[in-house]
């Protein structure tokens, strides 16, 4: 089965795409009013935080991180999807990806936009968030330049920023179509100043082509960047159940597959509420399963190595966190966390789940709720069970505040994410129409080498 | 002598090369095939280069610049920074580490290449500007257009060349 119908006129490319803009199907507005509500239940969580002090979080004395800094780096995790899909299967010449693409990289910034929101939530006083940066004051107060938490938070800034830009000059040519198929209101001037005077000329478009596969060459090592960075908050630290080398490694693989398990989800989401069938096809969804079943596997091996290595490490600190995680308060959450990171994913494997979409939506929401109680498997038990004994046994359970921010968080990130979609092509036009193009050109010579060789010529 | 303008729009990549290569090996006074010659595309195309003709690009200057300035520009700012020892207390520790600054040189490194990039790219390909009077909406969509600027003298030709190859259509106006 062809990922894509070869006959589509490119007339029709547009107009499809160009009604996604416009009439989407009445599911697209529950999604948003239930993201509304959602955000609104965050924004009121951060009104009484911010009102009466950190302490409604539940946070305290070991436990300063919570469900804050976990959903963080599941956010940031998310985001590295639109750079594998876009940046490495671009360089990889995939071209199934051409359809799917401009949403992962959507994907990424709002991703993105919704962990810098759980630093300055994480801060408590984010009126004073402008003491992170590094300038001569008279407090004489610096950031310290060798902590990873500094590195963060410019590792973010430059992925933020650089996917944003990613994302807007490769859809610059769809934002000239926009332009000329819309005739009025404000759609239309948002469009005409945004595609920048785009003609298609042949000098735009060859130094399109180089600026894009340059930019899609500095986010891959960024993006490895950014994880490994964040990885480092943990990995740097002497604390027990972090202090672990494989763990930039395996915060990599843990963005990736959280990624792609997001991919599925929003692929059977936008399939359905922006009627496009014929562009988000099932061959295209198979071959993301499989990436998703690959990289769960990676995921799962790197697991093992973190829990070999400490068991037969002489770090009894670790080694103890490690009982704690599989046997303490946690237990649950992280044999939930195992079974729907590491079993649930077994799924992809049979062929007649690959396409099958109800199960595909259902596994992929189980996926990324393992790799979400992930990232707090991560932060929580070692903050409870620490190398000082007056840390043991110390659990703690987060307010219903920051489980009120995590929830809203989810619907930030689809507000942005649903509203990015009706206002801005989420398929791209003139990739879609670049693959139609070489797909029937070269089915075209098959065709033709097929009859060569069926004649007997050529064959000798 | 006056100037003209013309563009021509072809339902495929096949005639309009067609159509350059023969106003490649037309001699025609008044117009210059290498200079007066822009394709209009709905989608990338490598054939386009292939018969325009090798055309430098430059953005990847643009790159090594952007990189290198973010590079220095951000080890040197952060060193700087960690330099001014009396308000930074080192504790005996090294006034300037190699390790950690190397993280945010890398960084600054990307930042750099990819916002230099962009600018680039900007003023390599004319961007933002104004769009020219003979533009038609059917290019973003499935039409490839031939815009030639030529002498008043050479219209004539050129147009029985964009007729002979079967134009959908002809735009034509009076140019600067």
């Given at each position: 089965m062809k990922d894509i119908r070869e006959d589509i006129a490119w007339a029709k490319i547009n107009q499809d795409v160009l009604k996604s803009l416009e009439n989407p199907r009445k599911l697209y507005w529950v999604i948003l009013f239930v993201a509304l509500a959602m955000l609104g239940v965050a924004v009121g969580c951060e009104v009484y935080q911010y009102n009466v002090g950190m302490g409604v979080a539940n946070m305290d004395n070991p436990h300063m991180w919570g469900l804050y800094i976990a959903t963080f780096i599941f956010w940031i995790g998310m985001s590295h999807s639109g750079t594998l899909l876009s940046a490495i299967l671009h360089l990889m010449h995939a071209d199934w990806r051409k359809p799917i693409y401009r949403f992962a990289e959507a994907m990424t910034t709002f991703s993105l936009m919704t962990a810098g929101l759980f630093v300055a939530v994480h801060?408590?006083?984010?009126?004073?968030?402008?003491?992170?940066?590094?300038y001569p004051n008279e407090r004489g107060a610096w950031p310290n330049f060798q902590s990873p938490l500094l590195w963060d938070a410019m590792a973010i800034f430059t992925y933020l920023s650089s996917s944003i830009i990613f994302l807007y000059v490769g859809m610059i040519p769809d934002l000239a179509i926009c332009r000329d198929r819309i005739h009025e209101g404000w759609r239309k001037k948002l469009y005409t100043l945004l595609s920048?005077?785009?003609?298609?000329?042949d000098r735009q478009w060859r130094n399109f082509r180089v600026t894009y596969l340059t930019v899609a060459c500095f986010l891959i090592p960024l993006a490895v960047s950014v994880h490994s960075i964040v990885a480092s908050d943990f990995?740097?630290?002497?604390q027990p159940g972090w202090?672990?080398?494989?763990f930039p490694p395996y915060f990599v693989a843990g963005a990736l597959y959280s990624g792609c398990a997001a991919i599925i989800t929003l692929f059977i989401i936008l399939r359905y509420v922006f009627k496009f069938e014929e562009y988000m096809t099932l061959p295209i969804l198979k071959k993301i399963v499989r990436l998703t079943f690959a990289i769960a596997m990676v995921w799962t091996y790197l697991n093992a190595v973190e829990f070999a290595s400490v068991w037969y490490s002489h770090d009894q600190a670790s080694k103890d966190v490690l009982i704690q995680k599989a046997s303490g308060t946690y237990a649950p959450f992280w044999w939930a966390m195992i079974f729907c990171g590491?079993?649930?994913?077994?799924?992809?494997?049979f062929k007649r789940f690959q396409t099958n979409i109800p199960v595909l939506f259902a596994v992929s929401l189980l996926l990324n709720l393992g790799m979400w109680l992930e990232r707090w498997m991560i932060v929580a038990p070692t903050f409870s069970h620490g190398?000082?004994?007056?840390?043991?046994?110390?659990d703690q359970w987060p307010s219903f505040v920051q489980w009120g921010m995590v929830f809203g968080s989810f619907g930030w990130f689809t507000l942005l994410f649903m509203v990015f979609c009706k206002v801005f092509p989420s398929v791209s036009m003139y990739e879609v129409k670049e693959m139609v193009y070489h797909r029937s050109k070269e089915t075209k010579k098959q065709e033709e080498t097929g009859k060569f060789a069926a004649a007997g010529k050529g064959a000798h | 002598m006056g100037q003209r303008h013309l563009l021509a729009l072809y339902s495929n990549f096949d005639e309009a090369e067609a159509v350059v290569k023969e106003l490649r090996n037309t001699e025609i006074k008044g117009f210059d095939v290498n200079r007066d010659l822009i394709v209009k595309s709905p989608i990338e195309h490598p054939e386009v280069e292939g018969f325009l003709g090798n055309k430098p690009v430059r953005v990847q200057w643009f790159t090594l610049g952007g990189s290198l300035m973010g590079g220095l520009l951000g080890f040197f700012l952060i060193s700087g920074a960690q330099a001014n020892f009396y308000a930074q207390?080192?504790?005996?520790?090294?006034?300037?580490?190699?390790p950690p600054n190397f993280v945010l040189t890398y960084e600054m490194f990307i930042l750099g290449g990819v916002f230099i990039s962009v600018l680039g790219f900007l003023i390599c390909a004319g961007l933002p500007g104004r769009r020219s009077p003979?533009?038609?909406a059917n290019v973003s969509e499935d039409q490839i257009g031939i815009l030639v600027k030529s002498d008043d003298s050479a219209a004539n030709a050129l147009k029985a060349i964009f007729v002979k190859h079967q134009a959908l259509e002809i735009q034509e106006e009076a140019g600067k």
């Open positions: 801060l408590g006083r984010v009126w004073q968030i402008y003491y992170a940066l590094p920048l005077g785009w003609e298609g000329t990995g740097m630290s002497q202090h672990i080398t494989s590491s079993i649930v994913p077994l799924a992809l494997a190398i000082y004994p007056w840390t043991w046994d110390h | 207390f080192k504790g005996g520790k090294p006034i300037v580490p190699f003979l533009y038609s």
